[in-house]
């Protein structure tokens, strides 16, 4: 006898479910978390830094608030200088803390080497936060080359570049911390989003492979993904309709940086903000969306 259409909906549907809860099982499994607790230093009389890219709009802005709050000296990057000047001076009022600008375009690389080299000199960086990014909208082919060059140079080279940077002094002091600011777009191959995907996918596996060389240093490192995040993000993205999006995507950058800080001192690893971004990002896993995506999207 055949199969009615409700008999074969609810085979599918079945099979979605369990694929689902597999996925989440063998997430939940493969997690990392660092061990033993991770404290920040607050020594008395020694100012600890706090290097933050992209701190002049969304996600890099509220760090650099958060971090200032909890008595952290500040380096800002980012290129709009003005901003970057007037957020240092309301912390600096604020919280009484001393924040140093460095305006910098992060894709050129005498501007890195200059980042990089001002933290390979300090003796007293806490922590960095590779933040600074943008998406695309294109579809790979038609877009221009540059921006996508510029993309791998900003997402990847320049965070590990600045990780490289950063290291040594945190090893010898045996403490520090690295957030790198990755994406739930690493879980996915979607299209329009190729090398944005790809750029952040780096991040999360060189972040895993990086703590695994860091297990007992005292460092902690971190690939922060966030999903839709109020911020100047997708205003400056080409045929992007942000009211279309449900709001219950959405999170704000308060929840996203306060879940990274507090994941820090738990061990995430990988950490993605928000109960259902965690859940979006297993079905990215799952590649069944990427399927489907790939499909209606294109
Ligand atoms: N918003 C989201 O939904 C979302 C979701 C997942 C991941 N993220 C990631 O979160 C990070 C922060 O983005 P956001 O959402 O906070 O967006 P945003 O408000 O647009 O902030 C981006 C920051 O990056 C800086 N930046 C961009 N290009 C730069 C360059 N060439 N050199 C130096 N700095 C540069 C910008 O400063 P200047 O323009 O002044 O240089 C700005 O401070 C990005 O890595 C993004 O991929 C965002």
């Not at 061990?35 to 992209?54: D, L, M």
């Not at 989003?193 to 895993?208: E, Q, R």
């Not at 990274?260 to 990988?270: C, K, R």
Request: charged fraction near 20%; glycine fraction near 8%.
């Amino acid at each position: 006898m055949g199969m009615t259409t409700r008999n074969r909906d609810g085979l599918w549907l079945g099979v979605g479910l369990a694929g689902i809860a597999l996925a989440l099982a063998i997430g939940q499994s493969q997690k990392r978390r660092a061990r033993g607790a991770w404290e920040w230093s607050g020594n008395a009389g020694q100012s600890n830094v706090a290097c933050v890219t992209g701190a002049s709009s969304g996600i890099g802005l509220c760090f650099a608030q958060k971090l200032a709050a909890r008595k952290h000296d500040l380096i800002l990057v980012a290129r709009r200088e003005e901003r970057l000047r007037s957020v240092a001076q309301e912390l600096q009022d604020k919280h009484g803390v001393s924040v140093e600008v460095i305006a910098a375009d992060l894709t050129k690389t005498a501007d890195l080497e200059r980042v990089a080299a001002r933290l390979e000199v300090l003796d007293n960086l806490e922590v960095l936060i590779n933040n600074a990014g943008f998406g695309v909208t294109e579809r790979f082919a038609n877009s221009d080359v540059d921006k996508q060059i510029d993309m791998v140079t900003l997402h990847a080279t320049a965070s590990m570049w600045l990780t490289h940077a950063a290291l040594p002094g945190m090893l010898a002091r045996h403490h520090g911390a690295i957030i790198n600011v990755s994406s739930v777009a690493a879980f996915f191959t979607l299209p329009r989003n190729v090398n944005y995907s790809a750029t952040k996918a780096y991040l999360n596996v060189f972040t895993t492979a990086l703590h695994s060389e860091l297990i007992g240093s005292g460092v902690r490192v971190q690939a922060l993904c966030p999903g839709f995040t109020h911020t100047e993000f997708h205003s400056k993205l080409e045929n992007f309709r942000k009211n279309g999006l449900p709001e219950v995507l959405w999170m704000n950058a308060d929840q996203v940086v306060n879940g990274s800080l507090d994941a820090l001192e738990s061990g995430d690893v990988i950490y993605v903000p928000g109960a259902l971004n965690k859940f979006i990002a297993q079905l990215g896993r799952t590649g069944i969306l990427n399927t489907i995506a790939a499909r209606v999207m294109r």
